[in-house]
């Protein structure tokens, strides 16, 4: 069972007429950049904390409720953070049918903003008094408030103009992008700090998004024709018809084999203790967090152009695909190489930095048309756009999950006795990154919507 993101649905429902705000002529035309920002708010906050979860705070907390399997429980968290996006076709599906004089958007955005700031709270708490199933409970119910605001918010854009989408793409990943840098300035701020202050600021960012989003216009819908949600479309929502929706599923599978690969990435915190041999943890994440600055940096300066570029038809969406897949398949090919014939030493040290930019560029690549390549392939009859994006949600989460699970298990086999994993281990951890890099690419060249 697949899912992916899709624009508003038409199907099932009476034809919308003509003067159907939603089908104005302003939703034709390009709003603001400052409009698109709004908009789009909500990638903000939920990168900076993505960012600081993934690649710093859950590694933490892992070493701190499990201290001598520390990979294997990274990866169960992961897999919990996965398994919550799992409720983004339902919400998705909930909000495109929602009545209510607030529109379809605000109240699901709202709600799941009030359930992720108590789920944020108990993870705080539960990690300073040592919990670890209560930590694990409030992880999933964070993630599951996330996943509906996020089901919710991104079909904002699609409710109201459908042209450069490209542009859109560009908008949004730049603001994952500076999301991720701010969460990495945060950790270098903080290094020799409680990394657990990560969570006040997750709470203070997703209320002032909720305030910035919830000004958004939205048309009422209390009035219009109900159209109940039953089991059968609830189990409807998470199917991709093969047939009419091909190249729907083919973004989905893509994408996934593509968050496989990234999610190499969560286990670098280990990799600079093993291979770089960076004993002190404070240390490591300040490390983590340098890497992750400059890799940010890059792939923020760069997304937006390349999204606009992604619009021109000599350029279009797969050619980027292929720049990223490739170019992150050797930094994890470079990132094998440096501990053998570097070490860990400043060159080697600033040799993975490099590598990092490098990295960035090509995720900035990627991010660049994700959004507009999930827009371009959208199922166009029987799915909601807030379904269907929160369908193509579940791939990035369905990689997130699986290469965690993956990853951990072969560190796990080359675990050493004193503790730490061989360089064996991260050289075939890593490979398989490499080789999901590669199928992404192969996957999206067989999409034919877009060029």
Not at 40 to 49: G, N, Y
Not at 99 to 117: E, H, Q
Not at 315 to 337: D, E, H, N, P, Q
Not at 375 to 381: A, I
């Amino acid at each position: 069972m697949v899912r992916s993101p899709n624009p508003v649905s038409v199907s099932k429902m009476e034809p919308i007429s003509e003067e159907d705000p939603l089908l104005s002529p302003k939703r034709s035309e390009t709003p603001s950049l400052m409009h698109l920002l709004t908009m789009t708010v909500f990638a903000f906050p939920m990168s900076v904390i993505w960012a600081t979860m993934g690649m710093v705070v859950l590694p933490a907390e892992s070493l701190r409720l499990f201290p001598r399997d520390e990979a294997m429980y990274l990866g169960f968290m992961l897999t919990v953070v996965a398994f919550a996006q799992l409720i983004c076709p339902v919400a998705g599906q909930l909000s495109d049918r929602c009545r209510s004089k607030w529109g379809k958007r605000r109240p699901y955005i709202l709600f799941g903003t009030l359930v992720a700031l108590v789920s944020i709270a108990g993870l705080w708490s539960s990690s300073q008094l040592r919990i670890p199933m209560l930590f694990f409970g409030c992880l999933f119910f964070s993630q599951c408030a996330l996943n509906i605001i996020y089901s919710a918010q991104a079909s904002i854009v699609p409710d109201n103009f459908t042209q450069d989408k490209g542009t859109v793409s560009g908008v949004v990943s730049c603001l994952q992008l500076t999301g991720n840098f701010s969460g990495m300035i945060w950790i270098i701020m903080t290094w020799n700090m409680d990394y657990h202050y990560a969570y006040g600021t997750h709470l203070v960012l997703l209320s002032l998004a909720a305030i910035i989003v919830c000004q958004i216009q939205e048309r009422p819908t209390d009035g219009d024709p109900e159209n109940a949600i039953t089991w059968e479309t609830i189990a409807q929502s998470f199917l991709i018809d093969l047939e009419g929706d091909r190249d729907f599923f083919l973004v989905f599978v893509g994408r996934t084999l593509f968050y496989m690969s990234m999610s190499c990435q969560t286990f670098l915190y280990y990799y600079f203790r093993d291979m770089m041999q960076v004993e002190d943890e404070g240390l490591v994440r300040y490390r983590m967090a340098v890497l992750c600055l400059i890799s940010t940096f890059i792939g923020m300066c760069s997304s937006f152009p390349l999204g606009k570029a992604s619009d021109h038809p000599k350029i279009g969406r797969k050619s980027l695909i292929y720049f990223a897949c490739i170019t992150m398949a050797c930094v994890y090919i470079a990132y094998c190489l440096v501990p053998a014939f570097i070490g860990p030493t400043r060159i080697g040290l600033y040799t993975v930095y490099a590598m990092g930019g490098v990295y960035g560029l090509g995720f900035a690549g990627y991010l660049s048309v994700d959004y507009a390549l999930a827009l371009d392939c959208m199922p166009e009859k029987q799915k909601g756009s807030s379904e269907a994006l929160g369908l193509w949600g579940i791939a990035g989460f369905a990689g997130s999950m699986l290469g965690p699970l993956l990853g951990g298990f072969i560190l796990q086999m080359h675990s050493l006795p004193e503790g730490g994993y061989s360089y064996q281990g991260w050289v075939m951890m890593l490979s398989t990154g490499v080789v999901c890099f590669l199928l992404s690419a192969v996957v999206t060249s067989f999409i034919k919507k877009v060029n």
